[in-house]
């Protein structure tokens, strides 16, 4: 009787042992089923935001599509060229503004060139007297592009009474520019000026002096020569 009962105890030991095994695996199965399940899951619903997203998209670009299109119909969203409203109005603005001209300097080609004479003075009253300390040598042929010459002198008396005059004397040719004299009356200092027509080539110019009274001076004397 004890052996029939052990007998019987063993085998509802081990049934009950088969069946929390099949219970294990089977809990065991449906949690891996479960995990799997929730990562279709999950995935599908990443997949379905992904498409939701694109129809939202497409629904927002024909909508807007359609209002463009009824405000102007030359609108092409798929073009990179201005719409007509646009081209106008960028047309419009640039016609209004104006352009300055560019202004060109006016440059002119004029230039003053001097040649310095000298000076000195003399005692001898009332006679032409040559200046040797007031000369120079040169060729008018050296400015080819020259207007006018002139003959500058700055004169005074020493003594402040009288008058003194300066002319210019050619000692190449000879001759003496007589009747281009410079003339002063000054005691301190005054600078007079005459046109000269200079001779062609090369010539050695000195300064000739006349005074009434008292000793003439000839702080500076040149030739001022302006070339276009």
Not at 44 to 64: C, G, H, M
Request: glycine content about 6%; charged content about 15%.
């Amino acid at each position: 009787m004890q052996s029939l009962i052990k007998i019987v105890l063993i085998v509802i030991l081990m049934v009950l042992g088969a069946n929390a095994i099949y219970l294990d695996y089977v809990i065991v199965n449906q949690q891996n089923n479960l995990q799997d399940t929730k990562q279709k899951i999950d995935s599908y619903s990443e997949k379905l935001d992904v498409l939701a997203k694109k129809l939202n998209d497409a629904n927002l670009l024909k909508q807007v599509q359609g209002n463009t299109a009824q405000i102007d119909p030359s609108i092409n969203l798929n073009s990179n060229a201005c719409p007509r409203g646009c081209s106008d109005l960028i047309t419009s603005a640039v016609g209004s503004i104006k352009i300055p001209k560019p202004t060109v300097p006016v440059t002119s080609s004029k230039a003053e060139y001097y040649i310095p004479l000298g000076a000195g003075q003399i005692d001898q009253l009332n006679a032409w007297t040559d200046v040797n300390t007031a000369q120079t040598s040169f060729d008018l042929n050296n400015f080819p592009k020259a207007t006018a010459v002139y003959f500058e002198a700055v004169l005074h008396l020493a003594n402040g009474t009288g008058e003194v005059r300066a002319r210019l004397y050619d000692t190449s040719t000879p001759y003496i520019y007589a009747g281009n004299e410079v003339r002063s009356t000054s005691p301190t200092g005054e600078l007079v000026s005459v046109p000269i027509n200079l001779q062609h080539g090369q010539k050695n110019y000195k300064v000739q002096m006349y005074t009434t009274i008292s000793t003439g001076v000839l702080d500076s004397a040149r030739l001022k020569i302006i070339t276009q």
